[in-house]
């Protein structure tokens, strides 16, 4: 299983946005739809052994998991459409329990910090810096967990959790990537193999 | 210089469109304004070197030069918006003359052949295939011109052109990927030069 943590600093908490301004008003939020977008589409195919969690503003997660995922389609809107259906089942989220908003969407009362602590239990957490080592230099990670951040950076309070989980700190390349092309280059990386396999 | 031609099959050629339903209506063009995204931005910065041609169901090319780009934001539904606009000066656009309808982006009464044939002339030809050589095992090509198709596959007559111009087919994995992933793939081996420096 591959796993995905993005952080939107910006992300709306309430559905009141509008589909119409994601980069706008809506804090950002075309960032996280098209990490999920790179994260679980194939051509014609989804990855099944994905999961993504979307930390909205640090109070709740919205997390997208493909082996029940339906109803999802590659462009930016329609994922934040999945995004603000959850949001307005938010009064039904009570404690940690999730509270499933479509098929393989679900919503949970939780911020970036019980999240991380939560899918730390289930492999490595990779924090990406680029000053961290090349990926290409270290054996690829069975079951990865990467943290990544919307536009803006990790702040210091995310940075010392990320660090006090990672099992390893590794770098994509010499450019600094926006997340969602990020976690493509990630899957491509683990696709081949640690670019071995073609 | 990095060139992309991504041919939109179905995209549209007038401004008649609505932002609101690029994966429906307007034909995907959800996907090549995600190929433009992931053509040109950096965290924080736009790649300067690179130069991307939409073409539109085989009548239109839009150019976006990396190096005059001014107004571009990641999100989908602007660099729609930008597309729109280039389209309603479309009856400026006579004989193979661009017009330059927003900083750093034209358009040009053509199809797929007449823009391949133009670009072929700046660089290698790249044709990516599932059953090409892996990138990994060949030198990164300076000036690669690579051609990819929007969510459907290449016709029978795109892909001879292809071939005829192609120096290589390239393989970037084991999985077939979207357009717009397979060009943050692209960027990444050639960043990196083939995955040795990070």
């Given at each position: 299983m591959r796993q995905f943590v993005v952080i939107?600093?910006?992300?709306?908490?309430?559905?009141?946005?509008?589909?119409?301004?994601l980069a706008g008003a809506a804090g950002r939020l075309d960032v996280l739809c098209r990490c999920v977008t790179s994260a679980f589409f194939l051509s014609h195919a989804i990855r099944e052994a994905v999961r993504v969690q979307l930390v909205l503003a640090d109070e709740y997660t919205v997390t997208f998991d493909g082996s029940e995922l339906?109803?999802?389609?590659?462009?930016e809107r329609s994922t934040a459409a999945l995004v603000r259906n959850a949001l307005e089942e938010r009064?039904?989220?009570?404690?940690h329990v999730p509270v499933e908003?479509?098929?393989g969407v679900s919503l949970t009362r939780r911020g970036f910090e019980a999240t991380l602590d939560d899918v730390a239990g289930d492999g490595s957490v990779v924090q990406l810096h680029e000053?961290?080592?090349?990926?290409?230099?270290v054996e690829p990670p069975t079951d990865p967990v990467f943290v990544l951040s919307d536009h803006r950076d990790f702040e210091a309070g995310e940075t010392d959790r990320i660090a006090a989980h990672a099992d390893e700190r590794l770098s994509l390349g010499p450019e600094p990537l926006h997340a969602d092309h990020a976690i493509t280059v990630a899957h491509n990386y683990l696709d081949t193999e640690g670019f071995e396999r073609y």
């Open positions: 939107g600093h910006d992300a709306p908490t309430t559905p009141d946005f509008s589909l119409d301004d339906r109803r999802l389609n590659p462009d009064e039904e989220a009570i404690g908003t479509s098929p000053d961290g080592e090349p990926v290409v230099d």
